[in-house]
């Protein structure tokens, strides 16, 4: 439980540069895991809202990174550079008003529409699976615990990154639900599909290719 009295003032959004006065035992965090489309990322807006704490996105980062090394004229390939390169990445996650969702900030840019292009999508499968890039953005993800707490969305956020957070929670849904809440995605970002049930979509005959692979992705990812 936390004690209201002596909660710190809140900071609206968190980055390298924030202040870390608290011992990182003190400073509270919630972890939620869960398969796609299970609601998660909602659900960890919305605490974050409510209880007024700094809010992590870990998915977003490989995206970020992604984007950031494009513009900075880093090939994909080279693991080194991208593992340095992410250790100096300044990203912030701002949440705001309800029903409003959050925004990716990279040094004061705001990028959250630019990371969800299928090019960057690609991009960021391709360095998640560099060991360097991922022990790199491990610690980048550990600088978010500030006062006054933090809500961490994502894959292992309470087993590898946070283990010691105060509450571990896997939201998990249907199916069904899960399918769902992929269709009415991919309505959002325009793509021409029908949903037929929770095996499948059905697409226009000239859907593009890489149409074609980022929904079998979305399908693949709401049947695991």
Partial sequence: MINEQHEPQREDMVGR?????????DIPIITIDGPSGSGK????QQLAQKLHWHLLDSGALYRVLAYAADKAGIPLEDEQALSEFAETLDIEF????????????LGGEELTNNIRS????????????????????????????RPPGLI???????????????????????????ANRRYKQLKEQGFNVQFVNWRGFFGPPNMSSGDKKKIAKMLGDVQK
Avoid: W
Wanted: a positive charge; glycine letters at 12%.
């Fill in 17 to 25: 540069n924030s202040p870390r006065k608290n011992s990182l035992a």
């Fill in 41 to 44: 990322g909602v659900v960890c």
């Fill in 94 to 105: 701002s949440v705001g008003g309800e029903g409003n969702g959050h925004t990716i900030n």
């Fill in 118 to 145: 299928q090019k960057c999508g690609n991009a960021a499968s391709k360095i998640a699976a560099y060991q360097g890039v991922r022990q790199s953005l491990l610690f980048r993800q550990r600088e978010f615990q």
């Fill in 152 to 178: 961490a969305d994502g894959r292992d956020m309470g087993t590898v990154v946070f283990p010691q957070a105060c509450l571990k929670i896997f939201l998990s849904a249907s199916q069904q639900e899960r």
